[in-house]
């Protein structure tokens, strides 16, 4: 569960639902049917899941991908369609701080 708040030191602290590895577990399962992404109501253009697994996990994050990344809003409509219970909703907050961390 994505949880944000202030520390005792007084810094904002942010905990992801899933660490790393499981997140690349998870994109390793994906069976690339699209149906998160059929279901998503952020996305308005064309993203294949091949690219978008891709540039979850590592490398550049291309300008369509890093669009959508800001424009999900994690509202977890991507998880209940997918056949092999993944969750796309963790990946896509992961891509998220890849995005932040890599400006
Ligand atoms: S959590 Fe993000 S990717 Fe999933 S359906 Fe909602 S907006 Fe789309
Ligand atoms: S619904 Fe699940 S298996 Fe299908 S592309 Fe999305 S994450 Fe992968």
Redesign the pocket.
Known sequence: MFRAGLSKHGKKTVTLHKTGPQVAQELVACIGCNE??L?????DEAITIDVLNRETLSGPISTPVAH?AR?????????APCPVGLS??AM?MWLKVRLLRTG
């Open positions: 998160c992404l279901a998503c109501p952020a996305l959508f424009s999900c809003f994690q509202c977890g409509a991507c998880v796309r909703e896509m």
